[in-house]
DNA sequence: AACTTGGTTTCGATAGGTGAAACAGCTATT
DNA sequence: AATAGCTGTTTCACCTATCGAAACCAAGTT
């Protein structure tokens, strides 16, 4: 599939590094089942990780977790234009004003991610993990990272060979232009039972698109009806967000 | 020196990550002279680290820089109690009454890190770069780091072979008993010639300490006066800080 | 046209990574 | 106390996947 020619070792080591993602700490032997690579080179890997600082382990329970380094990374990564971060304040605001979790998208490959969620306050709330990546295929903030992606970009995206064949592309595209049309799109129950959600572009100058903005929550609150008249609030906070990132 | 046995290529694979803290964007020669690898070598890894999301290429110049998965590994660190985030406010404050730059610092291993800081907004200012590694031998943060650590963490860290010679540890030693006494440590033109800082431990529950909180600034307005002036400024923001890692 | 300077590919030799299995240390179970 | 079961750790012989030199391209420079 991937014609480069990569080091496999190297890739194992990332593999288990980003096991992390999915869950804080980590044994060894969780590790193994995990990834299903052999246990004794899952100790080598993790003691090369641990001795470059990117994990480290609990002194009570053995267990690893990750370490400053990957901090440290971090630290180094865009930073003071860094959206996630640049753009949080709005973000609560519109939460607050919304009352509902409000959540930052990009677009990285033929994937999205969610850099950034401020969640509602309300006992019955979508909770909204960092760093999640979910396919573009279905989703409000799906649709809206695909529809005002570039025309290249999305030629891409709608030949990626992974695309799940349980998606119409036809209706896609239609729902794409009528996305592009009225600037948001909206996705009831498309991707997680019982929740419902509301999707902006958030445009940088030269109006190409950094990020989606969403709204989302459950089906019973997040009617249609709701999700319509909160569409200029949300456009609100974009604006002002686009002012921002043109500075 | 470290007897575990490690994965040679993945140390490579994080090394070259590694090189990013350094400069933000590297290309595979530029990489290559800071490793000191082969080059074909580094371009597999480099190929291997792309490949799976932790570096990208900008499509213009063809160099790297470190990736989504970068981000979505700091997303899943500590977070919710991670005092870079949870002290910021706490930190702002102190900045906006001392009017100096103020850093926190966190011991690993031998060295410390800067792992947040706040800004001066004086024009004349230190400027503190984030997740920067200094050693443990000079500077009041360190001192700070040192002097409040566990007896056995303190025997290992004095005993540390790659101790400068040039710092005299028995007067080190001396400094240390001082600096537990007063509760704080001032450093002038220490490690850095033309500034100096202050710098006081954060103590979590059970008086462990979690972080030093530093003030630093040019040595002509940091004079030892005015340094003493504010320490009861930091301890302040220490005690509120000591509170909010309680809960 | 010869010479840089950068990225990419090939290929044979062998360093060194791999996995099975044994070991050690601990807790729970009999 | 003996047993079983679960960790993490170490050993070792095999052989594959990694390495580095060198060749190759493609763009710029002289």
Redesign the pocket.
């Known amino acids: 599939m991937e014609?480069?020619?990569?080091?496999?070792?190297?890739?194992?080591a990332l593999d288990i590094l980003l096991c992390f993602t999915r869950k804080r700490e980590l044994?060894?032997?969780?590790i193994?089942r995990m990834t299903g690579?052999?246990?004794?080179?899952v100790?080598?890997?993790?003691?090369t990780l641990e001795d470059k600082g990117f994990l480290v382990r609990d002194s009570e329970t053995?267990?690893y977790q990750l370490g400053f380094r990957v901090w440290e990374l971090y630290a180094n990564l865009s930073r003071t234009d860094d959206p996630a971060i640049l753009f949080l304040p709005e973000m609560e605001r519109l939460r607050d004003t919304v009352e509902e979790t409000v959540s930052l998208y990009f677009r990285d490959g033929f994937e999205r991610i969610r850099v950034q969620a401020v969640e509602s306050l309300q006992a019955i709330r979508r909770v909204a993990p960092l760093g999640a990546r979910m396919p573009l295929a279905v989703g409000a903030s799906s649709k809206v990272l695909v529809a005002f992606a570039t025309p290249a970009e999305q030629r891409a995206i709608l030949a990626d060979p992974s695309w799940p064949s349980s998606v119409d592309r036809e209706r896609y595209r239609r729902q794409l232009e009528e996305i592009r049309d009225q600037g948001y799109a909206t996705s009831v129950e498309e991707r997680e039972a019982g929740t419902s959600a509301v999707s902006v572009p958030v445009l940088g100058r030269d109006r190409r698109m950094i990020a989606a903005l969403a709204v989302s929550g459950p089906v019973e609150r997040l009617t249609m009806d709701r999700m319509k008249e909160i569409v200029p609030r949300i456009m609100e906070a974009t604006s002002r967000m686009q002012k921002m990132a043109a500075k």
């Open positions: 014609g480069k020619k990569t080091v496999r070792a190297a890739e194992r044994s060894l032997t969780e193994t690579l052999n246990k004794s080179t100790y080598r890997l993790l003691a053995d267990k």
